[in-house]
Each structure stands twice: as C-alpha cells, then as structure tokens.
C-alpha cells in the first residue's frame, strides 16, 4: 500500500492543524488525530512518505499510553477503529491503525525532554559551552552518547518554524509558572525511568525523549505522542559504545541520504529512493515489534 501523505474525512470539515506529521480534526469536545506516512527531516518534509510509518507511530503510542497511564493520565480515548467509525459517523479505511480519538487539552509551550544519555543538541552545547549546558550539573569529560549518572530534565522551545531550543530551569519557570514546570519535570522523568526500564528487557537503550503537556479543568494530561522513535532515541544495547553518535531507530537512513546528496536542507524535500524508503520502514517495524511484541495492525 502507497504512503498517506495526507487525509480527507468525508463527513468532517478540513483539518484545523495539520503539523509535519499529524493532521487533528476537531469534534468539538474531543479531536481525532490522524498520523500520516509524512516524514521529516532538518525541519523540512520529504516529498514522499514511508508507508506504515504512521501506523506505527499512531499504534506504539496507544501501547505506551496505556502501559504508562498510572504515572500519568493522558488525552487517548481510544484507538479502536470501530470506536473511531461510529464516533465519526463513517468507516474511512485509510484511516485504519492510525487514527486517535481523543480529549482536548490547551499545550503547554515547552517540549518536556528526559535524557539519560548526552547526545544531540545537548552534546553539542555541553562541548561548545565548556563542559555545561542551561545550568544543568555535569560531569566533566563525558564522552558522546555516554550515560549521564542520572537522568535529567532539560525542556525545550517549541518552535513554528525552524529547530527548538534548549531551555534553562529559569526559562522554564518564566513561560509556565513554578508550578507546573515542576508537575511537569517529575512527570517527564518518571515516565522516562519507567519506559527506559521496561525498554532494557527489550534490548533497547532510551536514551532520550520528549513529551507534551496539556491543560485542562481537571489537570495535565500527557499529550500529542509517546515514546516513539519520532520522539526519542532508542539504541541497540548490543551495539552501544559511546564516544560518537550510535545507531538508532528513526530516520537516520533519511539524515544520512539527504547529507550524502548535499541538499541545501531548505524546502522543498526531495523524492527520497525506494532503497531509503524501505530501510526507513523496516527500522520503524522493527522498533515496534521490539517494544511490542507483535507487528503493527495493517
């Protein structure tokens, strides 16, 4: 089956958000969430997609969702396609496997990242900056990829438009309030010890990961995805050995052909290979059936 690249539900109005990845339709008190085949890359979307791709995404979400809701209650109502059917009032298959109903929730303004190894933005600052980064308590002379001796919350912007950025405690503080940057703070890193745990019996090393926050009259719910290789850094724990980057469960085939033709990295995407394209899908079917234990719902 092609890639989705977009959706057109009959009976519903356009979507009222359409992101790199997810389109959101609202139903009034609740949305539905339809995660497409897009894939991204430095910010920009590619011209074609990576079939199931979203399939996965949408179905290990609803696994980490579920197993972690004592932690924390988060937006899902259901990802059953029939649920989703009657909600809707029609049966759309190019919805099916990939669709979440959910509750609304107003987002906090911050990306909430847990990192229980240095790599990405956060190497580079601490190497650019000497040995710290946004207040946070290092070590000196850790290696990249290394394991920091306990996780740490480091949030981020959520940018619009180009990448995010790093935040200090401080900054934190400032754009939500005391108290939430503290709810949300245990929060992440509580979900992050629980998964990074559960992800060890797998064979898998967490090594980072973002969560979304949202408001509403009865609290915080966690929201948008959860734990997966869109969001976080899963490595294999058999290949792991610090001092560089490590290979990982995402869309680092994509990174790396896009570097390889020396694409200025500005849109429009390009047309990625079907060698690319089928590497990238087997990577993201792979990550699910680790975590899983099973194959996705086709």
């Given at each position: 089956?092609?890639?989705?690249?977009?959706?057109?539900?009959?009976?519903?109005?356009?979507?009222?958000?359409?992101?790199?990845?997810?389109?959101?339709?609202?139903?009034?008190?609740?949305?539905?969430?339809?995660?497409?085949?897009?894939?991204?890359?430095?910010?920009?979307?590619?011209?074609?997609?990576?079939?199931?791709?979203?399939?996965?995404?949408?179905?290990?979400?609803?696994?980490?969702?579920?197993?972690?809701?004592?932690?924390?209650?988060?937006?899902?109502?259901?990802?059953?396609d029939g649920k989703i059917a009657k909600r809707i009032g029609e049966?759309?298959?190019?919805?099916?496997?990939?669709?979440?109903?959910?509750?609304?929730?107003?987002?906090?303004?911050?990306?909430?990242?847990?990192?229980?190894?240095?790599?990405?933005?956060?190497?580079?600052?601490?190497?650019?900056?000497?040995?710290?980064?946004?207040?946070?308590?290092?070590?000196?002379?850790?290696?990249?990829?290394?394991?920091?001796?306990?996780?740490?919350?480091?949030?981020?912007?959520?940018?619009?438009?180009?990448?995010?950025?790093?935040?200090?405690?401080?900054?934190?503080?400032?754009?939500?309030?005391?108290?939430?940057?503290?709810?949300?703070?245990?929060?992440?890193?509580?979900?992050?010890?629980?998964?990074?745990?559960?992800?060890?019996?797998?064979?898998?090393?967490?090594?980072?990961?973002?969560?979304?926050?949202?408001?509403?009259?009865?609290?915080?719910?966690?929201?948008?995805?959860?734990?997966?290789?869109?969001?976080?850094?899963?490595?294999?724990?058999?290949?792991?050995?610090?001092?560089?980057?490590?290979?990982?469960?995402?869309?680092?085939?994509?990174?790396?052909?896009?570097?390889?033709?020396?694409?200025?990295?500005?849109?429009?995407?390009?047309?990625?290979?079907?060698?690319?394209?089928?590497?990238?899908?087997?990577?993201?079917?792979?990550?699910?059936?680790?975590?899983?234990?099973?194959?996705?719902?086709?």
């Amino acid at each position: 089956m092609p890639a989705l690249l977009s959706s057109r539900i009959p009976n519903l109005p356009k979507p009222t958000s359409v992101g790199k990845v997810r389109e959101i339709y609202d139903l009034g008190s609740q949305v539905l969430i339809v995660t497409t085949d897009r894939i991204s890359a430095f910010d920009v979307v590619m011209a074609n997609g990576i079939p199931d791709k979203g399939k996965v995404l949408n179905q290990l979400s609803g696994f980490w969702f579920e197993k972690l809701s004592p932690i924390c209650p988060n937006h899902v109502i259901t990802i059953d396609d029939g649920k989703i059917a009657k909600r809707i009032g029609e049966e759309v298959p190019e919805l099916k496997g990939r669709a979440t109903l959910a509750k609304k929730a107003k987002p906090l303004s911050i990306e909430c990242v847990a990192r229980g190894y240095i790599s990405g933005s956060l190497y580079k600052e601490y190497k650019t900056q000497g040995g710290s980064a946004h207040d946070l308590a290092l070590p000196n002379g850790l290696l990249e990829s290394a394991k920091l001796p306990e996780p740490i919350f480091s949030p981020a912007t959520k940018a619009e438009q180009g990448h995010d950025e790093n935040l200090s405690w401080k900054q934190t503080v400032d754009r939500v309030g005391k108290k939430i940057a503290e709810q949300v703070r245990d929060l992440t890193l509580s979900l992050y010890n629980e998964a990074a745990a559960y992800a060890l019996t797998k064979g898998l090393i967490l090594a980072d990961t973002k969560f979304e926050f949202g408001e509403t009259d009865n609290g915080l719910l966690w929201i948008d995805e959860a734990l997966t290789p869109d969001s976080s850094r899963y490595w294999d724990i058999n290949l792991y050995k610090p001092g560089g980057p490590q290979p990982s469960f995402d869309k680092q085939f994509v990174r790396d052909y896009l570097e390889s033709i020396g694409w200025k990295k500005q849109p429009p995407g390009p047309t990625l290979p079907d060698e690319i394209v089928q590497k990238t899908r087997e990577k993201y079917l792979e990550a699910f059936k680790r975590i899983t234990g099973r194959n996705i719902d086709t």
